[in-house]
């Protein structure tokens, strides 16, 4: 390996290493202050870089939540939703994909409901996180509400679009908290309460 090839890669792995840490205090300081709104220099503070660092590396306020938002998904096992709505029966799609959002949703709950709350405050900043969090839900559940009709599973007195409507009310993160922490209920719990829902909502006779 040349020096310079072992400097660029080293370079690269500080950058990561910066990245993380900052990534990190962040969703610390959302998790132990979620009635405040986000301080980019106790962030700053905390991953132990200056201010500037920050917005060197993330561009923005709304760059850093729209990074937290894909790290969210990385962290959480996102791709089990994506692997689940793929299954070849829409039921069993609809039922793995409730399981795996569930797990998904609880994993970082205290993080996600803090970003959620912050949308009144700072609707700007926090709007990056939420489009990488919801980006592509909408088009899933479409997708899955046109199978359950393609497959002859869907209630005849329904229409592909109030389908949609349902799926997205029920696969949202605020109805599985309702749930989890409104109600106490676990994982596996809520999720089981959300499939009862979807097949009563949805499924045909």
């Known amino acids: 390996m040349t020096t310079r090839k072992y400097s660029q890669q080293a370079r690269a792995a500080a950058a990561e ?10 969703r610390d300081h959302l998790r132990t202050t979620p009635a405040e709104a986000l301080s ?4 700053a503070q905390a991953a132990g870089v200056a201010r500037s660092t920050v917005y060197l ?25 994506v692997e689940a709505v793929n299954l070849p ?7 793995e994909g409730l399981r795996a ?12 409901r803090t970003i959620y709350s912050m949308w009144a405050l700072e609707p ?11 980006r592509g839900r909408i088009e899933g559940q479409r997708r899955l509400a046109r199978r359950l009709a393609q497959e002859g599973h869907l209630r005849a007195d329904l229409t ?6 349902i799926l997205w ?7 599985f908290d309702q749930l989890f922490t409104g109600r106490g209920l676990s994982v596996e719990d809520s999720s089981a309460r959300l499939i009862v829902m979807a097949e009563r909502a949805l499924w045909a006779d």
């Open 160 to 165: 592909v679009e109030e389908a949609v409507d």
């Open 89 to 95: 029966d829409a039921r069993d799609a609809v039922r």
């Open 40 to 43: 980019v220099e106790r962030v």
């Open 124 to 134: 700007e900043e926090v709007r990056g996180a939420f489009e990488v969090v919801e």
């Open 101 to 112: 959002a569930a797990s998904v949703y609880a994993a970082e709950r205290d993080v996600s």
């Open 17 to 26: 290493e910066t990245r993380r840490k900052i990534l990190d205090a962040m």
């Open 57 to 81: 590396v993330f561009g923005s306020k709304a760059g850093l939540f729209q990074a937290l938002g894909q790290d969210l998904l990385e962290r959480t096992g996102f791709n089990r939703i």
């Open 169 to 175: 009310v029920i696969t949202s993160f605020e109805t």
